[in-house]
């Protein structure tokens, strides 16, 4: 096997929910870098704006459309206006998905008072948009009888996470639906479509440093202390420790992995605590 132009995408179309996101958009720069074409469907206008200047830099053939994962409408238009550009869709990667505060418990906040409609739209956020969007594309994929899926589940599926149930539940659908999604697909359409899904650990962006770090000292919080102290390699990770594993579930040479929800979490999965 000649493994030189594995992770050459060049001539591939990549869609991505929640593109212009953190973590996603890295993503975004990263496959176009290697070739692909890039189509983002985010609902942040401002977010697309800002990471098309920089796929622009970078010479980046790409897409943006302004879509809600929530609305299947909206997704099939994307999709169609996807398909008029390039004629061909070769991976979908769903990375729209969150949390919200009024969705998770503190202590001015007790579970017993989560307010159902935030729980329902952190729930709906994360899988429900998951599943829309496999619909659509993976219709593509179907007539295509060729294509990835790659979803983003979260350390919070495997074991769930404290003052988030709303969040914790949902990723643990996604990565259940992960599954059978893959054998639903291959049993049902093609062999040629994959299915699978990472589980990204903790890792430290702009959006939760401050969780994590205290803002004045930049110390540990006592979450952050925790999650350091469960997670064998001793850090938390960067949105680029993503990208390899992410090229690795793309590429041919990853043919037989399928129905599998990849943990890229520095051993935090693997430890029990003692």
Same mark, same amino acid.
């Given at each position: ?5 594995e992770?050459?995408?060049s ?14 958009? $890295? ?21 697309? $704006?800002e ?6 830099e970078? $010479? ?6 302004k ?44 579970f ?15 899988? +429900? ?10 219709? %593509?994929?179907?007539?295509? &009888? ?6 983003v589940?979260?350390m ?22 992960t599954q059978w +999604? ?9 062999? $040629? ?10 890792? +430290? ?7 994590? +770090? ?9 979450r952050?202390q925790? %999650?350091?102290?469960?997670t ?7 949105? &680029?420790?993503? %990208? ?5 579930m ?7 992995v399928h129905?599998?929800?990849i ?12």
């Amino acid at each position: 096997m000649d493994i030189s132009n594995e992770y050459d995408f060049s001539g591939k179309v990549a869609v991505i929910t929640g593109g212009a996101g953190v973590l996603c958009s $890295e993503m975004a720069r990263s496959l176009g870098q290697a070739g692909a074409k890039v189509v983002v469907l985010d609902i942040d206008e401002d977010n697309m $704006e800002e990471l098309a200047g920089q796929l622009e830099e970078k $010479e980046v053939d790409h897409l943006m459309i302004k879509t809600d994962v929530l609305d299947k409408a909206s997704i099939e238009e994307a999709a169609a206006q996807t398909i008029d550009k390039y004629g061909q869709v070769d991976f979908l990667i769903n990375g729209a998905g969150g949390n919200k505060a009024e969705a998770t418990t503190s202590p001015d906040k007790s579970f017993f008072d989560l307010p159902e409609d935030a729980v329902q739209w952190v729930f709906n956020l994360n899988f +429900l948009g998951t599943l829309l969007t496999c619909q659509v594309f993976g219709k %593509i994929f179907a007539s295509q &009888e060729s294509g990835v899926i790659l979803n983003v589940s979260s350390m919070a599926a495997f074991t769930p996470l404290t003052k988030i149930p709303a969040y914790s539940g949902a990723k643990a659908a996604v990565s259940n639906f992960t599954q059978w +999604l893959a054998v639903h697909i291959s049993q049902n359409y093609s062999t $040629e479509i994959r299915v699978n899904a990472i589980a990204p650990g903790f890792l +430290l962006t702009e959006q939760n440093r401050f969780l994590l +770090l205290d803002k004045e000292t930049g110390e540990l919080t006592d979450r952050g202390q925790t %999650i350091i102290d469960h997670t064998p390699l001793g850090e938390f990770g960067d949105p &680029e420790d993503l %990208i390899t594993t992410i090229f690795w579930m793309l590429a041919p040479g990853s043919k037989f992995v399928h129905g599998a929800v990849i943990p890229v979490d520095g051993g935090f999965s693997a430890f029990s605590g003692v």
